[in-house]
């Protein structure tokens, strides 16, 4: 299993630009969820999605959407990058009976300009 | 709102030494767990302590939970240089199922 791959790892985007970023896991865990890293600080829960064609926010959602079309794959969607949106973004996916115990992707790091 | 906050923010041991982390949260839990970051990679469960529990063991680590206290304590034994990462505390909250919430971590830096 590759578990929870997430692209691209690096990416660097100008204010106003859009773009996505790709989360897929090969578990097929009913829940996925994404989380965004800042300096010094914990993960805060962006939108999350408990099945195909649900999802849900979190506590950071403005400026992101996300979709959830297959179980496999819960992409995140930056509408109109700010510099604000600078972050490192995980995503993570767990079993329905188990949703506190998540698997992490390794991880984008989004530079906004 | 950040529902864990760990202390101390960076501990510094010597390759042998236990180490200890400390969490403390707000509201009440179904469980707490505990997770590792290595630098530049994404976060890994290590163990989860449900609220009925008061400890629980695996290998070199010892978690403890006092809810009446609401808080959590990780113990890691013996350390190693291979130790060396942030590590963070979660829970759910009582009626959250999945929505887990951070604190900023303990930075441990273990010295060969």
Redesign the interface.
């Known amino acids: 299993n590759a578990g ?1 791959t997430q692209t691209p790892k690096f990416q660097v985007l100008k204010t106003g630009q859009s773009m996505t970023l790709q989360c897929a896991q090969d578990m097929n865990h009913e ?1 996925m ?1 994404w ?1 965004r890293q800042d300096p ?6 962006i939108h ?1 999605s ?1 099945g195909a064609g649900i999802t849900d926010q ?2 950071v959602p403005n400026g992101y959407n996300v979709s959830r079309s297959t179980t496999e794959d819960f992409p995140l969607r930056l509408l109109s990058a700010a510099p604000s949106q600078t972050s490192v973004y ?1 995503c ?1 996916s ?1 079993r329905r009976e188990s ?9 984008t790091r989004l530079t906004v300009l | ?2 529902q ?1 906050e760990e202390d101390p923010q960076a501990l510094s041991i010597q390759e042998g030494e236990n180490a200890t982390m400390n969490c403390s949260y707000k509201t009440s839990i ?2 707490l ?1 505990w997770y590792r970051q290595n630098s ?6 290590l163990i ?1 302590i449900r609220s009925n529990e008061r400890e629980k063991h695996s290998g070199r680590l010892r978690v403890t939970l006092d809810t009446s206290k609401k808080s959590s304590s990780l113990l890691i034994t013996a350390s190693r240089a291979a130790d060396t990462a942030s590590y ?1 505390c ?3 909250g009582g009626t959250s ?9 303990t930075i441990l830096t273990v010295h060969p």
């Open positions: 929870v829940y969820s989380y010094g600080m914990g993960l805060r829960l999350y408990v979190g506590e995980f993570a767990s949703t506190d115990t998540q698997y992490f992707g390794p991880g | 709102s950040q864990g179904n469980n767990q530049g990679r994404g976060l890994v469960h989860l963070f979660s829970n759910a199922y999945g929505k887990l919430t951070f604190g900023q971590g």
